[in-house]
């Protein structure tokens, strides 16, 4: 359509208010509190879902939850103990109450197996797990984001196609290895036939040196995943109309892609990197029994599958998915400073 | 540019990952379905040498109590597939089914069942899974349920978040205008644009289900003994790695297969949906020689522009010249598709993927754009203005930061200097409150205002040639008016010679002093005097159908089919300083 009239002089623009300046810096800080408010508010409603979840691990044991525990071969007084020690006895509101009383104390009872209070054994077990997880997600984020943009980067278009596919291949067959059997593969190769690394936690070597694999296992798969994500939003990033504008600026490659193209790849990349993140957190649960490692993941598993240790089980878990929670929060924050659009919407 | 995708119809392209996914997936298939009848036997007998290495007869080793590793891993498939496939049904039905719901219902319940998802999502899939193992006691009933539900989440997301991507689409939003309820909306328009990615959702989920319940498997949570599946083989042989590793083979390696299979019908599927366009780098070159300019050349010079499609060899552009003096406005004026665009494109030396370009000469004032030009000369003597505001702008930094960047890489000032340059740019573009707007990101701004703030960006390297692709086409009509008569002013003021780009007549009439019709990549009719042309004073049917095609002006009931002389002349007479 054309402008139905003649062109006239530079009407006054409606958006005009001497107001504006003052009111922006304020509506950035209330969108900033908002924000916050909304954040903190959202994780402490998962941290009270949690113990909730947690509390109902016992209740919902389908049948008689006592006998289930104690196992086929207990005797009659087993089973009661059981109720008894679990508070099984009591009515569920009661039991609700002081398992709350008990979760505000930090205090999950005791264990079945090591007659220990719970939270002490999760204590113990938790740097293990944190330790090799951090080191992996430090490796992965930089690693992963990294490969990923120049790969991104060096296939616009249809340049370097032996890359293109080099890339398809390997990442595609790393990530179809599942971390454990990576951990196998790795214990089968530096462990059993080069002997480099230890194949499970001894005391006899290092802390660190027995770190190696299961860091390795950890994260090598989430290096593909996100150099994969990363790579593909790197492609569509490249052709959006800002970066033809920024091409158009003439700036140095450097700026072009670290400044105008990489902030635009983290919204995405670190949207997924969190559910990666997570994700790494219940693989490092299975990958830590190809190692003995004495961490969160060989403890619940031993608990579940062999001890039926419910108090270990409830604390374990409480903990993991409160480091989770802890995960999402963080990198919402980061993603809210990185691209504020989104701390005005309700989610990620 | 515009013109320069004409393609973007889609199709489903069959590709070799695709194939080489479907047909792994389908040997899967048949060994999970044949094995388990002809293999049982010596799966399960006992008494064969027992932990054999490689041995003939036994490929794979035999595992403790003497049974053919090769022939476990075989029978196994049928469990770990079955398993597998029914974690992802119970996840994708609930999922899609949650993820529905919660779209249809009342804003307040929709919000809370967001969250709600979230927080299922921002879970580890594995600590779902061994809640409800908690819960359940291990076996196989017990995982393939707790990787149902721990997948539920994602799924539900995936629905939720396409619902509302969906919604925003034009037709969805036409329908719901219309008044079309809601739930009819979900079923007709909402859920059939899902399958490609739920598709995909689905692959990745079998793949994910199957990795995981042989990892519940693996650490003993899984199936037990006498059933068996990838994950049970590999912990057995993990028990025997360091004495006879050659078990971890044959459950490996089906476990390594069968995700692989999954990723690729995954991948194929995506790659199908959306085939990535195959370009190469634009290029720009010259043919033949014509004799260098006149002592004074005009701001731009192109002679025999010529641009092809790189990898069909289709002519885009043929062999079009022009020149724009200092302080002159040209247009270039056609329909999309024309190759006006791509001319912007290859006179700014932007020329884009899978594009050759040539021409005979081409050169800005003295400078030879076809030879090596410094980036920092393109970059401050060529001004750029985009079609589209809302995406030619960088969304991630603020309008200081990324306008900055040119001048303070390209003139040689200082953050500090740069902004002033840009405040008093803004301000010579009439935005309000100018240092304010370097803080924001572009999504605080209307449409109008970015635009503005682009056409003050572009001439803040004092530029001689300012290029406007199609600058008003995605504002509207009062807000064109304002961009219109700011690019006026500003070249009228500075001298700077623009090269203005429209499929609208109208426009283009009364903006420019000379106008290029181009149709089918040609320059059909140069127009030396725009003001004064009518459908009969053309030469050129095309230009008379474009002019004929224009709604005139009728003020105070004044035929005015001839009228554009007065409308450019009132224009110019009230644009004037």
Redesign the interface.
Known sequence: ?????????????P????A??GH?AGSQFALWRGFLIRRLG?AA??VV?LVL??F??VQ???GDPAT?IAGDNATLEQVETVRHELGLDQPILAQLGHYLAGVAHGDFGQSFRYHLPATQIVRNAAPYTLSIAALAVVLVLVLGVGTGVVVGIAT????NRWLDRAF?WIT??V???????QA??L??VFA?WLSLFP?AYTLAYGFWESAVLPVAALSIGGIASVARIVRRET?VVQ????M?????????PL?RYA??LL??IL?TALTLA??IL??????A??VE??FAWPGLGST??QA???DKD?PV?QAA?FF??FI??L??LAIDTVLGI????TLGT??? | MADATPDTKRRFAWNGTLICGLVMGAIILLTGLIAPFFLTEPATALGGGSSLGSVPGHPLGTDSLGRDMLARTLVATRLTVVMALGATAIAGAAGIALGIAVWLAPRKVRELGLRGIEFAVSYPTLLVAIMVAAILGKGTVTVVIAIGVANTAGFARLTANLAAGLSQRDYVTTARLIGVPRVRLATRHILPNMAEPMLILVAQAFAGALVEISGLSFVGLGSQSPSFDYGTLLRDALGKLMINPVLVVGPAMALVFASLAALFIGDGLAAAANPRSIGKRGRLRRVGQVPDAASEPPVLTATGVTVRHAATGRVLVEDVSFEIARGEILGIVGESGSGKSLTAAVVSRLVPEGIEAEATRLALGRTDLLGRVSQRELATRIGLVYQDPGTSLNPALTLGSQFGDVLTHHRGLSRKQARQVLVDGFAAVLLPDPAGRLRQHPHELSGGMKQRAMIASAMSTQPDLLIADEPTTALDVTVQREVLAIIKRLNRQAGTAVLFISHDIGVVRRLCDRVLVMREGRVVERIADPAAMTPDNVTHPYTAQLLAATPTVAIGGRAAAPAGGTAAAQAAAEVAP
């Open positions: 359509m054309t402008p139905a009239a003649t062109l006239v002089d530079d009407p006054p623009p958006e005009a208010t001497p504006a300046a922006r959202g409603a998962n879902l979840l947690t109902f691990i919902l044991i389908p289930a616009r278009g249809d340049r398809t595609s067959l990530q179809s290895i599942p971390p454990y059997l196998t593969l214990v089968l059993v194949p492609g052709e959006m109309d800002f033809r504008t920024a091409r158009g600026w003439r700036l140095p700026v400044k105008h902030p635009n919204t969190g559910i997570t994700s790494m957190l219940g693989s649960l299975i029994t190809v619940v598993i579940i599958a062999v419910y089980i878990v993991i998915g989770s929670i995960i999402t990185i691209d504020p659009r309700g989610h990620g």
